[in-house]
């Protein structure tokens, strides 16, 4: 499969274009102790990167009617401390900016409230390369908090946002938008709406996670991807009678 023929790139922000395993589960680590329930071990703990929090809390320990307290404790830790335990990933700015080059529409979609992830992409410089930052409600797994509007939890809810708010007809989406994320969860979202993802090895998957979940490729490196966003197909090579 190729995917140069299309224009819009949707980029997963924890464990694609961000290391924040550090700050996440040094948060969610938190929580664990606060509640006194007892901590996940260090697999486990990794595998809160990427998907929605509450459903992670609710895997691991928290009681469905506990899971709403456990979030409020893990966002009190991390949006004033957590959140910035944070780095780009050594070589995506680079490949952004060839992205971008080369004609390509890229934004954000992740399962990280929208309004951590819009503090995140301009604190740590990635604003320049992106249309759009979308990303789930703060609702999104809060038993009870009122919603403003409609709740998005799930990593289909956000794609779909996001292809709404980027103004991308959900009939061609998948000729159109490529997915680019870490884990099965993003493989998964995309295919709702019909697109293909290319998984990314330096996150935070688990072995094989993403070529099960049916990742269509797998970009070993930031330049990989580029390369494998870029590159045209091939030209069939002529048949001997037209030689």
Do not use: Q
């Amino acid at each position: 499969m190729t995917f140069s023929d299309r224009p819009l790139v949707l980029l997963d922000l924890d464990g694609t274009l961000m290391d924040s395993a550090p700050g996440i589960i040094s948060s969610v680590v938190h929580a664990f102790e606060t509640h006194g329930v007892p901590v996940p071990s260090p697999d486990d703990l990794r595998r809160f990167v990427g998907p929605p929090i509450g459903s992670s809390f609710a895997r691991h320990g928290f009681a469905p009617e506990a899971v709403a307290d456990a979030i409020r404790t893990y966002r009190a830790d991390f949006v004033p401390r957590g959140m910035w335990l944070n780095s780009v990933f050594a070589g995506v700015p680079e490949a952004l900016a060839e992205l971008r080059a080369a004609g390509r529409r890229l934004a954000v979609a992740t399962s990280k409230p929208e309004v951590y992830a819009r503090r995140l992409t301009e604190r740590f410089g990635l604003d320049p390369f992106l249309d759009g930052v979308f990303g789930a409600t703060l609702e999104e797994a809060v038993a009870g908090a009122p919603a403003s509007g409609p709740v998005r939890s799930s990593k289909a809810d956000v794609i779909g946002y996001a292809l709404a708010e980027l103004g991308v007809d959900p009939a061609t989406a998948g000729a159109t938008t490529v997915m680019v994320g870490d884990r099965s969860h993003d493989v998964e979202g995309a295919a709702a709406h019909g697109i293909a993802t290319i998984g990314v090895a330096w996150g935070y998957a688990d072995e094989g996670e993403l070529e099960a979940a049916g990742a269509a490729a797998l970009a070993t490196t930031p330049e990989a991807l580029a390369t494998l966003l870029t590159t045209p197909p091939a030209s069939p090579s002529p048949s001997p009678s037209a030689r």
